[in-house]
């Protein structure tokens, strides 16, 4: 499994944009870059989830270069309740049998008034 | 989308006694299914694999007379911490995801808070 590394933490204000990036540089053809968001006392809830180039839903954005050895994940417009742990996986989505995430420490996000 | 719900959300036992917790998919059927324990401002640890049918893969370090899983059925899995005592506190979280769907990632279950007096 990919390892993967991010920032410990980040502080932003409400209403600003907020680019986080990690670094994978161990990626494997096959491995999926997907990001999750945790809160205290709740299981990981997915964002998003792209291969390459860039990836957009209604909460987020995922910026992934052509080496994809990295990728950044853009919460546009953040507010309080974005305040959370954001974690960094890479991984085969399509095995068969599943795959199991490495969990790194994750980014925690502070976001305040 | 793809749902997985755990149960009970929070525990609370003397020791020596074991605890149950259930992680099931709600929409879909899963073959394998992941079972992880997180401790106060810690990240996710991945304790087992839980695979449908056969006996479960275990991580090292971790224990399995002391985890004991269950995979039934295709949407059950189940872990018992047997005999527990208050090192085995924590938070559990099960995930899984759809295999009939391509490109799918794993969804994860509320968790299960485990206080062992």
């Known amino acids: 499994l990919a390892k993967t590394t991010q920032p410990i933490s980040m502080d932003s204000y409400e209403g600003q944009e907020v680019n986080i990036t990690c670094s994978h540089n161990n990626i494997a053809t096959n491995d999926y870059i997907t990001w999750y968001q945790q809160f205290p006392s709740q299981g990981p809830r997915f964002i998003i989830q792209?291969?390459?180039t860039k990836v957009t839903n209604e909460v987020a954005s995922l910026f992934i270069p052509a080496d994809r050895k990295s990728s950044t994940l853009s919460l546009p417009r953040v507010s309080l309740s974005d305040t959370a742990v954001y974690y960094c996986l890479v991984g085969d989505t399509n095995s068969n049998s599943g795959y199991a995430l490495n969990f790194g420490k994750g980014t925690s996000l502070l976001v305040t008034p | 989308g793809a749902v997985v719900s755990q149960h009970p959300s929070w525990v609370i036992c003397k020791s020596g006694t074991s605890v149950k917790i259930e992680c099931r998919s709600l929409?879909?059927?899963?073959?394998?299914m992941f079972w992880y324990r997180q401790f106060p401002k810690q990240s996710l640890m991945l304790m087992a694999t839980s695979n449908e049918g056969s006996k479960a893969t275990y991580e090292q370090g971790v224990e399995k007379d002391k985890f004991l899983i269950n995979h039934a059925s295709l949407t059950l899995s189940t872990l018992t911490v047997t005999s527990a005592h208050p090192e085995d506190s924590s938070f559990y979280i099960c995930s899984a995801r759809d295999p009939g769907q391509l490109n799918q990632p794993q969804h994860f279950g509320d968790g299960t808070r485990l206080s062992i007096l």
């Open positions: 929409d879909f059927q899963a073959t394998t």
């Open positions: 792209g291969y390459k």
